[in-house]
């Protein structure tokens, strides 16, 4: 029996919308607001709004996807059935390795609990918090979610007060082209690259098709709503962030100096815990209910081992798979990884991968053209491919701008391991001991009665 089909069919649109609102909502405006001011200054506002505009490119093609085909999986299943197996899984290993950024969303939260309690120690609490956001999915993605739609909640309003108390003490004289630009344009487009980090996610829920009520509906719809309603949000954020204390001192850091500067002790305290470390917290835990997915699948094609993808039959999650996730982001914590390294490079390598289901997207309508035409969100066949060309060229010049940021020990490593990942690509599609598949199905049985 397939492991998929132990999965539950239990999540609707306001789940859905939660988990993907909790997802963009992180460590991206949090942690990177201030490292994006270091590098454009005062055009971190526009950099949110064209990195916002970047991101609604190139989730467009994941949202007809998850509309015509939804799934389990979807991003890797759609890589490795529109385009080929070896290729799917090629992206999957780069995914794999993108989730270093789990650890991004632990330290930043410590770092916010550092800003309230000066003496509470960074690594300890980043592991306690990814420990306890662990054994939460471990219980089940329905459990995982109603506690996401909580936080969600408590959290727009932080950061709704927030924006209502900030707005008026906004200098609007620190946008002009000097301030905006101190580093010319390529450290402006650095700086919109980084913040795809803040503005993606949304396309996450296109994992977890196989577990929705109404995936065709709930997929596009999801992405394209909570992508628009963030961005807005996020511009009037940063616009508070930089134009209220001087550059000099924000650069590089959270926001804690200027939600301290701005709103009175009880709301700082509140924004603190409610804002800052719930959007840290429900990124995380949003991320530990999908990044299962696409995995579990693989392992279902022969690429892992099956036992690997295991799902336990009375939570319905796959627990050998949240723990190697869970291992993989305790890595930068216990190394101490500074939090930029950490970002750039695991959101670089992930935009690379990115390209891949991208280019699937292009495959759909002559493959599939029937459930390409039935599909509740669709687009015009030559914008589709339009939209999916531009995607791919914003993807390579956002990842190749992040990875070149890096020091050459990080980008001889990730060189070193895309040649690692296409060898095993190779050698284990090649080989009849893995029983790769070859004819590969988008739906298991489950699947094909939703």
Not at 19 to 44: D, E, H, P
Not at 134 to 156: S, Y
Not at 314 to 327: D, N
Not at 381 to 387: C, G, M, Q
Request: proline fraction near 5%.
């Amino acid at each position: 029996m397939s492991q998929e089909a132990n999965l539950k069919k239990v999540l609707g649109l306001g789940d859905v919308m939660g988990i993907a609102v909790g997802q963009i909502i992180g460590a991206g405006v949090m942690a990177l607001t201030g490292v994006a001011i270091g590098m454009t200054g005062s055009g971190v506002t526009l950099a949110f709004i064209l990195s916002s505009i970047f991101t609604i490119f190139t989730t467009l093609p994941i949202a007809v996807m998850g509309s015509a085909i939804p799934t389990t999986g979807g991003l890797y299943r759609y890589s490795s059935r529109l385009l080929s197996s070896k290729i799917g899984f090629f992206w999957m290993l780069m995914f794999i390795v993108g989730n270093l950024t789990l650890a991004v969303y632990a330290i930043s939260f410590a770092q916010y609990v550092q800003g309230l309690v000066p003496s509470a120690p960074i690594m300890p609490l980043a592991f306690l918090l990814l420990t306890v956001f662990f054994l939460t999915n471990l219980i089940g993605v329905k459990f995982a979610a109603i506690v996401e739609k909580v936080m969600v909640i408590v959290l727009v309003v932080a950061l709704a007060i927030f924006a209502f108390w900030g707005m008026p003490e906004v200098n609007y004289a620190v946008f002009n082209a000097k301030d905006m630009f101190p580093a010319g344009g390529i450290g402006f487009l650095t700086a919109v690259a980084l913040l795809s980090f803040a503005t993606g996610g949304a396309q996450v829920v296109a994992e977890l098709g196989g577990e929705m009520k109404r995936p065709g509906r709930d997929i596009p719809l999801t992405i394209i709503v909570t992508t628009v309603g963030v961005g807005i949000l996020y511009a009037f954020m940063a616009t508070i962030a930089v134009g209220v204390l001087p550059v000099s001192e924000i650069a590089n850091k959270p926001l804690t100096d200027v939600a301290r500067t701005i709103l009175p002790e009880p709301l700082f305290i509140f924004f603190m815990i409610g804002g800052a470390m719930f959007a840290l917290a429900t990124t995380l835990n949003a991320t530990l209910s999908w990044v299962t997915k696409g995995v579990l699948i693989a392992c279902e094609d022969g690429w892992l081992p099956k036992s690997l993808g295991k799902v336990n039959q009375k939570y319905g999650t796959p627990h050998w798979l949240l723990t190697m996730f869970y291992v993989i982001g305790c890595i930068p914590i216990f190394m101490s990884v500074p939090l930029e390294t950490i970002s750039a490079l695991g959101t670089g390598v992930y935009m690379v991968a990115g390209i891949i289901p991208i280019i699937a997207a292009t495959r759909l309508p002559n493959k599939f053209p029937e459930l390409y035409q039935n599909a509740p969100f669709k687009l015009p066949t030559k914008a589709l491919y339009l939209i999916c060309a531009i995607a791919a060229v914003l993807l390579f010049a956002q990842s190749y701008l992040l990875i070149t940021s890096l020091a050459s020990k990080y980008i001889y490593g990730t060189i070193i391991y895309i040649v690692l990942a296409a060898l095993y690509v190779n050698i284990v599609g090649n080989s009849k001991k893995y029983g790769v598949k070859k004819n590969l199905d988008f739906f298991n049985e489950a699947d094909s009665k939703s």
